[in-house]
């Protein structure tokens, strides 16, 4: 058992750049890192990966890399394939930092109990969220929400879930921001179920949502003429 959280690296300002933790059993106490910042530094490029059939029933979250007021820019968590975790997920996170470029693959047959999140942005700042994305393979079921890329009064900007035949009981949002303007996001469904509703972009204030996409390959229907 691991009593506290697990870091690749973890520092004050510097920047933190192409760690990565290898995850395949055991209990934890808190969170999982690929690569933090506690301040000012840089976070890209590190990576989470679960084994294939790992059990995670407790902890905080698992993140790809966060930092507190730094740009957090490539990273990755990756879900074996028929891992079950119980605690929440996220590509990348800052507090006020840009968050560009982070992903989550949740593998085939996976279960995941809590939201899921490409990156995301905390709303302290107005930064930038784009370019996030969240893969959800065949037979996967995510418990909660799913969003590619969120940001609190940051613009919100060409993020994109794919599911591929899985099953998502919550709502799916390509791109959604507090109060930035929300553009050129998509959600793509490949098969499967989505028992909520499905957002190519959303906006919860002022902000201006446009040219948001959704895709069902296995909806498509064309009115007669």
């Known amino acids: 058992a691991i009593g ?3 870091y690749g690296v973890d520092s004050n300002n510097s920047d933190v750049t192409g760690n990565k933790v290898i995850f395949n059993g055991g209990t934890i ?17 590190n990576t989470v990966e679960i084994g294939t059939g790992v059990r995670i029933d407790n902890g905080g979250y698992i993140y790809g890399g966060n930092t507190y007021s730094g740009a957090v820019t490539g990273n990755t968590v990756i879900i074996g394939n028929g891992a079950t975790i119980g605690i929440g997920i996220y590509g990348g996170t800052s507090n006020s930092g840009a ?19 490409g990156g995301d942005e905390m709303s302290i700042g107005r930064s930038v969220v784009s370019g996030n994305t969240v893969e959800i393979g065949s037979g996967a079921v995510i418990g909660s929400s799913v969003f590619g890329g969120r940001s609190g009064s940051g613009d919100n900007i060409g ?15 390509g791109g959604y921001a507090g109060s930035g303007t ?12 989505v028992n909520g509703d499905v957002f190519g972009g959303y906006s919860t204030g002022t902000g201006v949502t446009n040219f948001n996409f959704s895709s069902f390959d296995q909806y498509l229907f064309f009115p007669p003429f």
């Open 159 to 173: 993020n994109a879930v794919t599911l591929n035949a899985g099953t998502v009981n919550g709502d799916i949002y």
């Open 4 to 6: 506290i959280s697990i």
């Open 29 to 45: 106490g808190r969170h999982i890192y690929g690569g933090s910042s506690n301040g000012t530094g840089a976070v890209r490029d």
């Open 99 to 117: 968050v560009t470029d982070n992903k989550v693959i949740i593998g085939n047959n996976a279960t995941v109990t809590r939201a899921v999140y």
């Open 182 to 193: 929300v553009k050129g996001n998509t959600v793509a469904i490949n098969g499967g179920t």
